[in-house]
């Protein structure tokens, strides 16, 4: 008691400098975290939306490319209209899709035959 009555000032100080250290901590909380909110929303997540969507038509365009040119190609409308005899001829045609797109899976299901 005796060391407050010769500095009355210290309590007060002391209650200054905490506020004041609490006011720049809060200051500094609240600029960074509006900063970064900004970062997000102006760049990070409108990038990773681009390497998303890049992906997925990455993924997609392989499979619409070998199903276009399967829908286009000779072979198949006459093997179809022939009555879909020799499937020989198609576990060809198929292993040929295969190598030639560097795809794991290709397959034909008629819509005749349901095969």
Same mark, same amino acid.
């Given at each position: 008691?005796?060391? /407050?009555?010769?500095? %009355?000032?210290? %309590?007060?100080?002391?209650?200054?400098?905490? /506020?004041?250290? $609490?006011?720049?901590?809060?200051?500094?909380?609240?600029? /960074?975290?509006?900063?970064?909110?900004?970062q997000?929303s102006?760049?990070?997540? %409108? #990038?990773?939306?681009?390497?998303? =969507?890049?992906? /997925? @038509?990455?993924?997609?365009t392989r499979?619409?490319?070998?199903? =276009?040119?399967?829908?286009?190609?000779?072979?198949?409308?006459q093997?179809? !209209? !022939? $009555?879909e +005899?020799? @499937?020989? !001829?198609?576990? !060809?045609?198929?292993?040929? #899709?295969? =190598?030639?797109? +560097?795809?794991?899976?290709?397959?034909?299901?008629?819509e005749? =035959? $349901?095969?």
């Amino acid at each position: 008691m005796a060391s /407050l009555q010769r500095f %009355p000032f210290l %309590p007060s100080m002391g209650l200054l400098l905490l /506020l004041g250290f $609490g006011g720049t901590s809060a200051l500094s909380y609240f600029s /960074l975290r509006g900063a970064l909110n900004r970062q997000l929303s102006n760049s990070t997540l %409108p #990038l990773t939306a681009k390497a998303i =969507s890049a992906d /997925l @038509e990455r993924s997609l365009t392989r499979p619409v490319l070998v199903s =276009s040119s399967m829908a286009r190609n000779a072979f198949l409308r006459q093997w179809v !209209e !022939e $009555g879909e +005899r020799d @499937e020989a !001829e198609m576990v !060809e045609y198929l292993r040929d #899709l295969l =190598s030639q797109y +560097r795809v794991t899976t290709a397959f034909f299901v008629s819509e005749r =035959s $349901g095969r």
